[in-house]
């Protein structure tokens, strides 16, 4: 069962779905995992890892940051990392006081960007018993390919200059079929995003403010790996994934403490989410309910 629900962070409204498992009964209260999308995702994009992980006995808050989707805030396609996880934090507080959820046995499930949030939310946030992370963000320069850095970082400060003047509020594609004028270069990028806007989320918005982007490559979640720990925390990753590289993902996998997994897809980044689901979703679900069940 999903129906629509919205809580407040930093007084913004931020839309959400909440799924409760199908034999739920009243007054019972389950654990729950609160997911959050990728990089300038929106929450429909969450829906079959949300299905999935209901299926398997939890209840499940997934929602939209902050100037992104259904949710509030100006200027739209603002994606700070800060502001995001201030967002991840206030959603655990809402689906705290839920009466259909269990505050002791909450969990968290991130992706791609989000897979970076849920790492610093689980350093930071004691109230979390068991992180999951798919294709994570670890260092966030890694999503620009070296031969690409310079122009962007030229681009990002010529963007400074102006806000500093003006506080004009620039944006710039985040997919385009010539990746020489977005912020995507992966070449997956274009053809996927634009295919799951037309039949999964026409609410995705192809852009992002420079400011955005300006922050996101300054990020860093994989810094606040070693603090996970005592908290249970599992790493997908995907072997094959150009977007957020493998080999970033799993070296810093190595500056985790126990308890710890990881887990390998045969596959690229998007991929994750479709030949590789099964696989992820189930190594997901199966350390939540090690954990939380």
Not at 8 to 17: D, E, L, M, V
Not at 47 to 65: K, Q
Not at 117 to 128: E, F, K, N, Q, S
Request: glycine share 8%; net charge negative.
């Amino acid at each position: 069962m999903r129906k629509d629900i919205e809580f407040k962070s930093q007084g913004i409204r931020c839309s959400a779905f909440l799924y409760l498992p199908g034999e739920a009964q009243p007054g019972q209260r389950h654990p729950v995992i609160v997911m959050g999308h990728g990089f300038s995702g929106v929450k429909e994009m969450l829906e079959p890892h949300a299905n999935y992980f209901c299926g398997r006995g939890f209840a499940v808050v997934a929602f939209d940051y902050r100037f992104l989707g259904a949710s509030a805030g100006e200027p739209r396609s603002q994606i700070l990392p800060a502001e995001q996880i201030e967002d991840y934090r206030n959603a655990i507080t809402f689906a705290s006081l839920l009466p259909e959820v269990d505050a002791q046995r909450i969990g968290i499930w991130g992706t791609s960007m989000s897979g970076g949030h849920v790492i610093c939310v689980g350093a930071l946030d004691r109230r979390v018993k068991c992180v999951a992370c798919q294709v994570p963000l670890i260092e966030g320069m890694a999503l620009v390919p070296p031969e690409f850095r310079e122009a962007m970082l030229s681009e990002v400060a010529a963007d400074r200059l102006q806000r500093y003047h003006t506080g004009a509020v620039n944006t710039m594609p985040i997919v385009a079929e010539d990746a020489r004028s977005c912020f995507f270069q992966d070449p997956d990028s274009y053809k996927i995003l634009m295919t799951v806007k037309k039949v999964v989320a026409p609410s995705w918005e192809n852009q992002v403010t420079m400011e955005s982007i300006e922050k996101t490559l300054e990020y860093a979640p994989g810094l606040y790996l070693p603090r996970v720990a005592p908290t249970p925390f599992l790493m997908i990753v995907a072997e094959k994934d150009t977007l957020t590289p493998h080999d970033v993902a799993v070296s810093a996998f190595a500056n985790a403490a126990e308890p710890k997994k990881l887990e390998i897809l045969p596959c690229g980044h998007f991929e994750a989410y479709t030949v590789g689901f099964d696989q992820a979703a189930g190594a997901a679900a199966d350390w939540f309910q090690r954990y939380l069940t």
